[in-house]
């Protein structure tokens, strides 16, 4: 059985800093995106960023381009997000997901999606 479980979110202060990780087992996915989603109360899900195996690859979502890094950790089978200069329009729920042929944008282009954490940045 295949799952995504992230960790590390939690409550800080406006520029603060916080890493999120997600460790991947059941499989591996070797020559596959991961990457993370996010999805704040009332709005739509949103692209955050999205890594290939090698880690050469990586794009990011328009609204966290400069303050956050994806990084992952093939031989793991581990993502990471460091996310820095939070602002409180960064609280939302951060989803890890995995099995994208490519490196996608769409939520629907992932074919496994961890249970989400939390992370609340306050003003």
């Known amino acids: 059985q295949v799952q995504l479980v992230e960790s590390g979110g939690g409550l800080v202060q406006a520029g603060g800093s916080l890493r999120l990780s997600c460790a991947a087992s059941?499989?591996?996915?070797?020559?596959?995106?991961m990457g993370w989603f996010r999805q704040a109360p009332g709005k739509e899900r949103e692209f955050v960023a999205t890594?290939?195996?090698?880690?050469?690859?990586?794009v990011y979502g328009d609204s966290v381009k400069g303050r956050f890094t994806i990084s992952r950790d093939s031989a793991k089978n581990t993502v990471y997000l460091q996310m820095n200069s939070l602002k409180p329009e960064d609280t939302a729920v951060y989803y890890c997901v995995a099995d994208s042929a490519y490196n996608s944008r769409l939520d629907r282009d992932y074919n496994y999606w961890g249970q989400g954490t939390q992370v609340t940045v306050s003003s």
């Open positions: 059941g499989r591996t996915f070797s020559h596959t995106y």
């Open positions: 890594i290939n195996w090698s880690s050469v690859y990586a």
